[in-house]
């Protein structure tokens, strides 16, 4: 499984990043199959995460390498990917294994 996560920032506005994780699972969901999207703000986080700089994280899980390309290379993601950049927020692309 490959797992995409994006860290919006504390400072971002919060019906920015709102709007912003509504389209980009929306652009996941159409772009790629069957990959579970988690969205973690406050008490939902880790403790690693609430002594950093994030303010919400999105996760979103795909089978394959292929689909999570997909997904983050698809036309409707870019302009998403692009204002969440402009946010200064972090995002990563990793294998998770089950273990």
């Known amino acids: 499984m490959y ?5 919006f920032p504390k400072s971002a506005d919060s019906v920015e990043v709102d709007a912003l994780i509504e389209s980009i699972a929306s652009s996941f969901k159409a772009s790629a199959r069957g990959q579970a999207i988690t969205r973690s703000v406050d008490s939902l986080m880790g403790p690693g995460a ?4 994030a303010g919400w994280i999105l996760e979103a899980d795909f089978p394959s390498l292929d689909d999570a390309m997909t997904a983050l290379h698809a036309e409707g ?11 200064g927020s972090t995002i990563l692309l990793f294998e998770a294994r089950e273990v």
């Open 3 to 7: 797992r995409a996560l994006v860290m």
């Open 50 to 53: 609430k002594a950093g700089m």
């Open 77 to 87: 993601f870019q302009d998403a990917k692009a204002r969440t950049e402009a946010l």
